[in-house]
């Protein structure tokens, strides 16, 4: 599965980030496989958002990627016009273009994704072709991208914003999945706020 495995190089490489013995034949074998999914062509919305995140996870390692996140933006821009500037699939290509030093289109990017994390409004529609993706999902990937490389921002969140991510929770209504990522988001955050 596309996402699992680049689900699983980003639990490699927070590990190793954290001081976790991670092998590293094991890393970069995940991110020979990851390099060439991002490269790979796609005519979903699902599959573009697990390429852009393999991007994201590329460009963290200072991989250059301009022209994989070229092609994903203009796979996205083509096929979901309206639609995908608030998907994760956004943070995560406005992530990669501020570590490449892009600040002006992540900036643009990034402002979308702040603007429906404080409206709450991740996509109530699912498209029925990842098991993967669910509303508390993508608001704990866009809260970490976001803590993590736009802390300012994040620690400008509303109130409102962080207790519209914590209800799913107290409601019992999460999986392991989207409990493990909101555990990433929250850390980030908590990284990004300090002490406050």
Known sequence: DEFASVYAVHLLLEARDRGEAVPAD??????????????SPATDLAALRVRAYAAYLLTRQM???????????????????????SDPAAAYLAASYLIQKQDRQASDLIDFQVARLVKH?????????????DPLVEDAQTLY???????????????EAMA?????????????????????????????????
């Open 26 to 39: 094991m890393i970069q074998l995940g991110l020979g496989y990851i390099r060439q999914l991002a490269a």
């Open 63 to 85: 991989t250059v990627t301009t022209p994989i996140l070229a092609s994903i933006r203009e796979s996205l821009d083509k096929l979901y016009p309206k639609q995908w500037q």
């Open 121 to 133: 409004q991740a996509s109530a529609k699912r498209d029925g072709s990842t098991y993967f993706a």
């Open 145 to 159: 991208v976001l803590s993590r490389h736009f802390p300012a921002r994040a620690k400008a969140l509303p109130p």
């Open 164 to 196: 519209a991510l914590v209800k799913p929770l107290a409601e019992n209504r999460y999986n392991t999945l989207s409990g493990a990522y909101s555990i990433l988001a929250f850390d980030a955050y908590a990284n990004a706020v300090g002490a406050e």
